[in-house]
């Protein structure tokens, strides 16, 4: 993009594996630029307010179409815009397909104009490939993986540093004690606690940062003056998730492909009578797995293992082009 070619990055991966902070922090030290940081919501869910956040930062009020997005995108300097969470502009009906196609025409015939950094969760992501072809309106495609251990240990560390503080880890339980050591008496090595703990941390987190993060957070027995003291790791259980039922199940992908839905967007979305929607909300609401937001009852998804809720909603198939939407 500094030497003049057009450039569009897709970045993918699932929620909360770090993409938009990534891409901030890449950008800025290879570029040098400001970066423009347009947050997608449920709000943006039309041509018109698109368009208009899409040249804010222009100063432009008169552009309600994509076109005229366009025109004044090409109009304007060279620079970098980030758009953080396609997925939370995705209905899955035809004017929420519509929609994405339209933003990814502006961004084909502009990005030798703005460099465009797009992030998108994956399971949004997958069901885009064929609905739009995704990928190829992007010159650049970065896929984040699942973080190892010691990638979540270094990442916790450096936040507790910043905070002024030390870890100390989690000693052993009694139970936990492998033969040889109830054996022979041996005390850990320096850092097996550690170890030990981010090892369960990575495995429960499915390698998410968030989810780590959380998990991390729970684990807290005790903070003193410098240090913060771990107790053992503790992840929540699922094993009531069958019980939600199918339409809650169903709600419940639409929720997460689709960033949130409002009571209606979700009968659409799903071809579900009104009380059907309202049953498995109130269902997924008391669990904890979705919250409202907003004037309209908007339906968020804050799961408590993200990566282990996908997971078992994958293996319904519920996350797929037949099931996610309607029938």
Not at 35 to 44: G, M, S, T
Not at 124 to 151: I, K, M, N
Not at 206 to 234: C, H, K, M, Y
Request: aromatic share 4%; glycine share 10%; hydrophobic share 45%.
């Amino acid at each position: 993009f500094v030497g003049g070619a057009p450039v569009a990055v897709l970045v993918r991966g699932a929620a909360g594996s770090g993409k938009t902070s990534m891409a901030r922090v890449a950008l800025k030290a290879l570029a040098g630029r400001d970066l423009i940081d347009v947050a997608l919501d449920a709000d943006h869910r039309g041509e018109a307010t698109l368009s208009e956040a899409l040249v804010a930062h222009l100063g432009r009020r008169d552009a309600h179409t994509f076109e005229a997005a366009t025109r004044a995108l090409l109009d304007g300097d060279r620079y970098i815009m980030v758009l953080d969470g396609l997925e939370q502009l995705f209905v899955r009906t035809a004017a929420g397909l519509h929609l994405i196609r339209g933003l990814l025409r502006v961004i084909a015939a502009t990005r030798q104009q703005v460099l465009w950094v797009v992030s998108i969760d994956e399971p949004t992501a997958r069901l885009l490939e064929p609905l739009a072809d995704l990928p190829g309106y992007f010159t650049d495609h970065v896929t984040l993986a699942p973080q190892g251990a010691e990638s979540l240990g270094t990442l916790l560390e450096a936040r507790c540093r910043l905070s002024g503080f030390d870890v100390v880890w989690p000693p052993e339980a009694p139970g936990e004690r492998r033969w040889w050591r109830r054996l022979t008496g041996r005390a850990p090595l320096p850092g097996e606690q550690r170890q030990r703990f981010l090892k369960r941390l990575a495995l429960a987190s499915g390698g998410n940062i968030r989810d780590a993060l959380t998990l991390f957070v729970n684990a807290i027995a005790d903070i003193g003056q410098e240090e913060i003291r771990l107790a053992p790791l503790s992840a929540p259980s699922l094993s009531w998730f069958d019980q939600l039922g199918r339409d809650a199940h169903r709600l419940l992908a639409a929720c997460i492909i689709c960033g949130a839905l409002d009571p209606r967007e979700a009968r659409d979305a799903l071809l579900m009578p009104e009380e059907r929607v309202a049953a498995a909300s109130a269902r997924l609401v008391g669990t904890g797995l979705l919250v409202t937001s907003g004037d309209g009852g908007r339906l968020m998804v804050r799961p408590h293992a993200w990566r282990r809720v996908v997971d078992l909603l994958g293996e319904r198939n519920l996350l797929t082009r037949s099931d996610a939407g309607g029938r």
